[in-house]
């Protein structure tokens, strides 16, 4: 997955027209060539991105979620639908776009970005004991990332900037698989 790790705050905030902006509590689709996703201001919160339907230059459906507190039941609003629904009821559409196979980003927050912090918002279950967020992280056929980060941007091709911002980056495959696993 190719992967920037910036600290140039100014520099990463300046976006082009086709940038996509996901303010917190929301979620926000692409299905074009040029958009970029972009959130910001990722500090207790924590983003989803899912991409899916890879073209072989670019994926032709991307989503981005700015998850308030990391927590799957917050309310998330979507730009068609101004009604707010809980994240976990996101996952299974989700889920269902990857069937195909794809790639799934996890970003804990400047401030949730320790392994605990990231293993308790994956972990998360809903009423049934199901830990959807952890089974979508864990999908075969799928590429996954887990990093920690003030923003990200996602672009069509696939490639991650991170705003590290002191927090940091992208994890390491043994990081990541510990997580998932809950060997921490």
């Not at 799957?72 to 629904?85: A, K, L, N, V």
């Amino acid at each position: 997955m190719n992967v920037t790790s910036i600290n140039d705050t100014p520099h990463y905030y300046r976006h082009t027209e086709n940038c996509i902006n996901v303010e917190m509590g929301n979620v926000r689709c692409a299905t074009d060539r040029t958009s970029v996703l972009h959130t910001h201001r990722l500090t207790h919160c924590c983003a989803l991105a899912v991409l899916s339907k890879w073209n072989g230059r670019w994926y032709q459906q991307r989503t981005l979620l700015h998850i308030t507190g990391g927590n799957m039941f917050c309310g998330i609003t979507s730009e068609s639908d101004r009604q707010p629904d809980l994240v976990s009821r996101w996952l299974p559409k989700l889920k269902s776009e990857l069937v195909d196979g794809g790639k799934v980003i996890f970003v804990g927050g400047i401030d949730c970005a320790s392994n605990i912090s990231l293993y308790m918002s994956i972990h998360q279950e809903d009423a049934e004991e199901h830990k959807p967020l952890q089974e979508l992280l864990t999908l075969p056929g799928t590429e996954t990332m887990i990093a920690g980060a003030l923003g990200l941007m996602v672009h069509p091709s696939g490639e991650v900037v991170f705003d590290v911002a002191g927090s940091r980056g992208e994890l390491n495959q043994q990081e990541c698989d510990s997580i998932l696993r809950g060997e921490l």
